[in-house]
């Protein structure tokens, strides 16, 4: 590359973070980044974060020059104007020469411009593993065929007023989102930017398996997504039976990202792993709607059995918090999916939103979460018959509605699934009325006290009878006694209580496949 091409490219390329090579990896903004280029960078993040505050600020700003009158927000654009344009040209050409004359960016960027057009696979993903950089200056690895259109049921038809539709849409954008997803917010991004490009570098260094990909939904987002292959096969590539030829995709919190949440969990376990952000989120693009959520991970699951070749059998889904939703829809969406395991997660999100804000915004609280943030897991989860564990934190600040087990809001979503498989047992009120009280207990030992008569064998004799779940017909003709034994059984299998608070990482002794019926009538 001649010098001017080179000069020219410099200007605009890719912001750099990591060089990983033999085992190590180098932090470029510490160790090789020129001061001229720290500080244009740092002018850049300032108009970021003046972009920022201004859109914040602009209903106050529009309110203010309808009361006053335009004259002051004209006489501070004239007097601004000049001085930040001025600014941004000079940080753009200093930024620009001072990448140019950087050894480690120019070999970077020459790197990046083979990597980026180039065809073969393991040139991109060499190329991906060595560098951590802008991800957003990286071609799309895959173009999304399936996902939802924003009126689909799946997520729940909500009639909004077309007059009203540029309020709700400023509400759901400026209020609902930060509250909501706080993660697809600038700040928190900006603030996450060096603790994410750490740990995606620590998974370059720890894992050679690993790879990354852009994909792009039929809504246009594209998504950030990370593959660790654990599948392990013989000298003949025959595959080899373990915990690696199961993939569990990981569904992250409101505020976590896969290269600092549960990503890990799995990894830890054995299993091949598949990481993705929420639109918004990190290098990922979009704003975190319903719709959006769901082609999200509708691209996702298409990456994995189309290019990474897992059957539907073979995948397992993991949701965290918010991250249920995720999981709950694609459960719902792909019923034939192997496992899936939904932790520290609510029934819907509107009985968690009203009480967090003021009583007169009620309505307009309804109204944008039904039409934008439609999180309503509790219509989807149940639909789904594969196996299931709800992990459910004891001490749950955050989804719960009084601050203990009994107001937290995976309770009625425990409750939701059960009744759909088992509708015999667990619609009967007695018996639901008692796996009420279970759920106010965080111990399996008041529960079972609660059992008289508890008999395991009982319950494998019933379950050998059963077809399901679902089995609208098990606990027929049983009494009382009888079904509140078989309930607690099957209650005790969907459900494990884990210690610690919503935010606490989740200890290893939890993270399982859920239970199957197999697993207790196998000989």
Same mark, same amino acid.
């Given at each position: 590359?001649?010098?001017?091409?080179?000069?020219?490219?410099?200007?605009?390329?890719?912001?750099?973070?990591?060089?990983?090579?033999?085992?190590?990896?180098?932090?470029?903004?510490?160790?090789?980044?020129?001061?001229?280029?720290?500080?244009?960078?740092?002018?850049?993040?300032?108009?970021?974060?003046?972009?920022?505050?201004?859109?914040?600020?602009?209903?106050?700003?529009?309110?203010?020059?309808?009361?006053?009158?335009?004259?002051?927000?004209?006489?501070?654009?004239?007097?601004?104007?000049?001085?930040?344009?001025?600014?941004?040209?000079?940080?753009?050409?200093?930024?620009?020469?001072?990448?140019?004359?950087?050894?480690?960016?120019?070999?970077?960027?020459?790197?990046?411009?083979?990597?980026?057009?180039?065809?073969?696979?393991?040139?991109?993903?060499?190329?991906?593993?060595?560098?951590?950089?802008?991800?957003?200056?990286?071609?799309?690895?895959?173009?999304?065929?399936?996902?939802?259109?924003?009126?689909?049921?799946?997520?729940?038809?909500?009639?909004?007023?077309?007059?009203?539709?540029?309020?709700?849409?400023?509400?759901?954008?400026?209020?609902?989102?930060?509250?909501?997803?706080?993660?697809?917010?600038?700040?928190?991004?900006?603030?996450?930017?060096?603790?994410?490009?750490?740990?995606?570098?620590?998974?370059?260094?720890?894992?050679?398996?690993?790879?990354?990909?852009?994909?792009?939904?039929?809504? !246009?987002? &594209?998504? =950030?997504?990370?593959? #660790?292959?654990?599948? %392990?096969?013989?000298? @003949?590539?025959? /595959?080899?039976?373990? +915990?690696?030829?199961?993939?569990?995709?990981?569904?992250?919190?409101?505020?976590?990202?896969?290269?600092?949440?549960?990503?890990?969990?799995?990894?830890?376990?054995?299993?091949?792993?598949?990481?993705?952000?929420?639109?918004?989120?990190?290098?990922?693009?979009?704003?975190?709607?319903?719709?959006?959520?769901?082609?999200?991970?509708?691209?996702?699951?298409?990456?994995?059995?189309?290019?990474?070749?897992?059957?539907?059998?073979?995948?397992?889904?993991?949701?965290?918090?918010?991250?249920?939703?995720?999981?709950?829809?694609?459960? !719902?969406? &792909?019923? =034939?999916?192997?496992? #899936?395991?939904?932790? %520290?997660?609510?029934? @819907?999100?509107? /009985?968690?939103?009203? +009480?967090?804000?003021?009583?007169?915004?009620?309505?307009?609280?309804?109204?944008?979460?039904?039409?934008?943030?439609?999180?309503?897991?509790?219509?989807?989860?149940?639909?789904?018959?594969?196996?299931?564990?709800?992990?459910?934190?004891?001490?749950?600040?955050?989804?719960?509605?009084?601050?203990?087990?009994?107001?937290?809001?995976?309770?009625?979503?425990?409750?939701?699934?059960?009744?759909?498989?088992?509708?015999?047992?667990?619609?009967?009120?007695?018996?639901?009325?008692?796996?009420?009280?279970?759920?106010?207990?965080?111990?399996?030992?008041?529960?079972?006290?609660?059992?008289?008569?508890?008999?395991?064998?009982?319950?494998?004799?019933?379950?050998?009878?059963?077809?399901?779940?679902?089995?609208?017909?098990?606990?027929?003709?049983?009494?009382?006694?009888?079904?509140?034994?078989?309930?607690?059984?099957?209650?005790?299998?969907?459900?494990?209580?884990?210690?610690?608070?919503?935010?606490?990482?989740?200890?290893?002794?939890?993270?399982?496949?859920?239970?199957?019926?197999?697993?207790?009538?196998?000989?």
């Amino acid at each position: 590359m001649d010098k001017v091409g080179l000069l020219i490219k410099c200007f605009n390329s890719p912001r750099l973070y990591q060089i990983c090579k033999d085992g190590l990896c180098v932090d470029y903004y510490a160790t090789q980044q020129t001061v001229v280029e720290k500080w244009s960078n740092m002018v850049f993040d300032g108009y970021s974060w003046l972009i920022t505050i201004v859109t914040y600020l602009s209903p106050f700003i529009v309110y203010n020059a309808y009361k006053h009158g335009l004259e002051g927000p004209i006489a501070i654009g004239k007097l601004s104007f000049t001085p930040l344009i001025t600014l941004y040209v000079v940080a753009f050409i200093l930024r620009g020469s001072a990448r140019c004359v950087t050894p480690a960016y120019t070999q970077f960027l020459e790197s990046h411009t083979e990597s980026i057009t180039s065809n073969s696979n393991i040139i991109r993903q060499s190329f991906l593993n060595k560098y951590d950089f802008d991800f957003s200056e990286w071609n799309v690895d895959m173009k999304a065929t399936a996902g939802v259109t924003p009126d689909s049921d799946i997520h729940g038809q909500y009639y909004v007023p077309l007059i009203l539709k540029p309020f709700y849409y400023f509400m759901a954008t400026w209020i609902a989102k930060p509250l909501a997803y706080p993660g697809a917010t600038y700040p928190i991004n900006a603030i996450m930017r060096k603790h994410l490009s750490a740990g995606r570098a620590s998974h370059m260094l720890m894992r050679r398996n690993m790879t990354r990909a852009k994909l792009e939904t039929i809504d !246009n987002n &594209h998504i =950030d997504s990370v593959f #660790v292959d654990n599948r %392990a096969k013989d000298e @003949d590539g025959t /595959p080899v039976e373990g +915990p690696g030829q199961t993939l569990v995709i990981t569904c992250e919190g409101n505020a976590a990202y896969y290269e600092v949440g549960a990503f890990e969990y799995p990894l830890k376990e054995g299993y091949s792993a598949m990481g993705w952000n929420h639109p918004g989120f990190g290098y990922s693009t979009g704003i975190p709607y319903g719709t959006a959520d769901g082609n999200a991970i509708e691209a996702v699951y298409e990456y994995a059995t189309k290019e990474l070749g897992f059957a539907p059998k073979d995948i397992a889904v993991y949701g965290w918090s918010i991250g249920g939703f995720s999981a709950s829809y694609l459960a !719902n969406a &792909h019923p =034939d999916i192997g496992n #899936v395991i939904i932790d %520290a997660s609510f029934d @819907d999100i509107l /009985p968690l939103a009203i +009480p967090r804000m003021p009583e007169w915004l009620g309505s307009v609280t309804n109204n944008c979460c039904r039409k934008y943030f439609n999180l309503h897991n509790v219509a989807l989860l149940p639909k789904y018959q594969g196996p299931i564990r709800l992990i459910r934190r004891n001490g749950d600040e955050i989804i719960s509605t009084n601050g203990h087990a009994s107001g937290n809001r995976g309770n009625q979503l425990l409750m939701a699934v059960l009744q759909s498989r088992y509708p015999v047992l667990f619609k009967d009120q007695e018996v639901a009325s008692m796996a009420m009280d279970w759920l106010d207990q965080t111990s399996p030992v008041p529960r079972r006290h609660s059992v008289p008569g508890y008999d395991l064998e009982f319950c494998k004799e019933q379950l050998s009878k059963s077809t399901g779940p679902p089995d609208v017909e098990l606990g027929t003709g049983l009494t009382r006694d009888e079904k509140l034994i078989l309930a607690y059984y099957l209650f005790s299998k969907h459900l494990t209580d884990c210690e610690g608070g919503h935010n606490n990482p989740l200890p290893r002794k939890y993270f399982k496949m859920p239970w199957k019926k197999s697993d207790d009538l196998t000989p």
